[in-house]
């Protein structure tokens, strides 16, 4: 593909999942409103975006097996891990922005936790196997991630189990 197509569609991937997000995140507000069609508008485009983001992400040729997406996914955890979110941090500490200190420390944190379970994914793709995993949780107020058994409350940020999402 030549360099500036490339770079384009790098570019448009990368609005299209901002705007998925985006709709997703106003169509929550919507439902809080009561407004339950905006929210169902809000939802089907960001649907719609996905299916855009998709699109272009495949055809800068960005899906591979399994074994290298999880290099890949590995790759950007360990950089979020080891360089983005201890600078990031670091700037919010030093201009004292505390929502922002703590957003940045609750996805630091989860980071961890990622990066090291998609290490053990790509161990057990390198034997040939699927990965052997319990059941996940995710906290809804801070996306701390863990496997096995729900805890009373979220260790990273406090909030109850009942917050939580099982995968
Ligand atoms: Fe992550
Ligand atoms: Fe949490």
């Not at 995140?25 to 009561?34: H, S, T």
């Amino acid at each position: 593909m030549k360099k500036m197509t490339e770079e384009n569609l790098k570019s448009a991937f990368a609005g299209e999942s901002q705007a998925h997000m985006r709709y997703l995140i106003f169509a929550d507000k919507a439902e809080q409103e009561k407004k339950n069609n905006v929210a169902r508008l809000f939802r089907s485009i960001a649907h719609a975006e996905e299916i855009h983001a998709t699109n272009h992400f495949r055809t800068m040729e960005g899906i591979h097996p399994t074994a290298e997406n999880l290099e890949a996914a590995i790759g950007g955890e360990t950089f979020e891990v080891e360089e983005m979110y201890p600078a990031y941090k670091s700037v919010a500490d030093l201009q004292e922005e505390k929502g922002a200190q703590r957003s940045i420390t609750w996805a630091f944190e989860t980071e961890k936790v990622h990066q090291e379970l998609y290490r053990r994914a790509k161990e057990a793709i390198a034997l040939g196997e699927d990965l052997q995993i319990g059941d996940i949780y995710i906290c809804g107020a801070c996306g701390f991630t863990l496997e096995g058994q729900l805890p009373d409350k979220c260790p990273l940020c406090g909030a109850s189990s009942s917050r939580f999402s099982k995968f």
